[in-house]
């Protein structure tokens, strides 16, 4: 049992005599909402403060400033985070607890989002990929021999997950991916390729999707739990990207990949559900990520301003610095607003609200934007050398 799942048990009973409204709400919640394990009921606020406060212990201890710099500068993941976040239970914070998870939805995976990008974008963005697009999709989806399978190893962090719809030809219009799946005796034969797939280069498992019956459109495509063991898989490259390096991206190729037909995640040509709805949460945690790189560029400016002098005082002394400060300040505290109140929605109503998770991460990303631009600029020069972590904070 992770350490964070023995202090939350313990604590629970304190919290809940405490809380007796959020407790009726989370008793509905776990009446109605399909999107979390079975009994779920949702986290009152001292139980997700405390689980801030482990991420935090854990990004001071494993995450530094120099891991976030090399894994940037080398682009290359550290391979050893994983047994770490898992051994720390991070690994599935929606996960039912017999396979291993935490049980403990959507607000609590955007605290362990925010925080660990506050560390590095992109160790964050290789975690999301992992615990969200991959472990929340078998959670969701999976037949309990599948999830006995494969989540105990992917929440203990043996094992490596990744999600891949999108095609070189097959972005925003995902429906038109052309990776074809061929029903065989005893499973299917996929054949075709997938671009910009995180953890691509090192996953064991990886949930694809491709056309069943491609005649159908939206109807002919199916979800698939693959192995990457199996014959005929291959990672053909990986990306060389701006932002996010370290979060290992891959194209991968499939040549006639046999997948037997238990490994079939959903029902045959129900993919495009599986897909749809697991993007909406995909999109809520992710958006939790620009919410960390913001707080990350106050972390910088905001002692910078203070310490750095000119004209004989503080630069943070001037009134257009503060004002730079109050609007990186304001976006975080707006952006954070908007994707809290989305996961409570969810957490304690079972409500998703497609709009709302879709608007979160197009707000906190283009005010991240902002807020790193704001932090290079109060940095000078400083901003503009790779000593200081402003230029990845924009390029992430
Ligand atoms: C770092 C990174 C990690 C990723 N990880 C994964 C992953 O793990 N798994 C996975 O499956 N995919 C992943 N992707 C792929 C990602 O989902 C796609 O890049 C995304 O869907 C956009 O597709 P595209 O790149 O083909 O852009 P396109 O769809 O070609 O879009 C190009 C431009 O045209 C605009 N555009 C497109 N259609 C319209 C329209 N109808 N109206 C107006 N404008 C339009 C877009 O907004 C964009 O500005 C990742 C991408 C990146 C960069």
């Not at 050893?80 to 996960?95: E, H, N, R, S, Y």
């Not at 929605?345 to 005010?367: F, K, N, S």
Request: proline share 4%; glycine share 10%.
């Amino acid at each position: 049992m992770s350490s964070f799942k023995a202090l939350r048990i313990l604590a629970r009973p304190a919290v809940r005599q405490l809380r007796p409204t959020i407790t009726v709400t989370s008793m509905q919640s776990r009446l109605h909402s399909s999107k979390h394990p079975k009994g779920f009921e949702a986290p009152a606020t001292e139980d997700l403060e405390e689980l801030r406060e482990r991420v935090q212990e854990f990004t001071r201890r494993e995450i530094s400033e120099e891991v976030a710099a090399h894994t940037d500068k080398s682009n290359a993941f550290p391979n050893a985070m994983w047994q770490k976040l898992g051994d720390a239970g991070f690994l599935g914070i929606t996960a039912d607890e017999d396979v291993g998870g935490l049980g403990l939805g959507y607000q609590a995976h955007c605290i362990v989002m925010e925080e660990l990008s506050r560390a590095s974008g992109s160790i964050a963005l290789s975690y999301a990929a992992h615990s969200q697009l991959c472990v929340n999709q078998l959670q969701l989806n999976g037949s309990p021999a599948q999830k006995a399978k494969y989540l105990p190893g992917l929440i203990a962090g043996t094992s490596v997950g990744g999600l891949a719809m999108s095609e070189s030809g097959s972005g925003s219009d995902v429906v038109s991916m052309r990776t074809t799946a061929k029903a065989v005796d005893g499973g299917y034969v996929l054949n075709g390729s997938k671009m910009w797939i995180t953890n691509g280069p090192d996953a064991h498992v990886i949930v694809v999707y491709a056309k069943t019956e491609p005649t159908k459109g939206s109807k002919g495509i199916t979800a698939f739990i693959v192995d990457t063991t199996t014959q005929g898989f291959s990672c053909a490259r990986k990306l060389d990207k701006m932002g996010m390096r370290g979060s290992n991206t891959g194209e991968l190729m499939f040549d006639n990949v046999f997948v037997p037909e238990e490994n079939v995640l959903g029902k045959v040509n129900g993919g495009v559900r599986v897909l749809m709805e697991g993007l909406d949460l995909e999109r809520l945690v992710l958006s939790a990520g620009p919410l960390g790189l913001m707080q990350a560029a106050l972390d910088v400016a905001l002692p910078f301003s203070h310490q750095r002098r000119q004209f004989g005082q503080p630069i943070a002394h001037n009134q257009l610095v503060q004002g730079k400060l109050a609007d990186m300040h304001t976006k975080l505290q707006a952006s954070r607003a908007y994707t809290y109140a989305t996961a409570r929605a969810v957490d304690e109503q079972g409500t998703v609200r497609t709009e709302d998770c879709a608007g979160a991460i197009l707000y906190a990303a283009e005010r991240a934007t902002e807020c790193s631009l704001d932090c290079i600029q109060l940095l000078g020069g400083m901003g503009y050398v790779e000593e200081m972590p402003a230029s990845r904070l924009l390029r992430e």
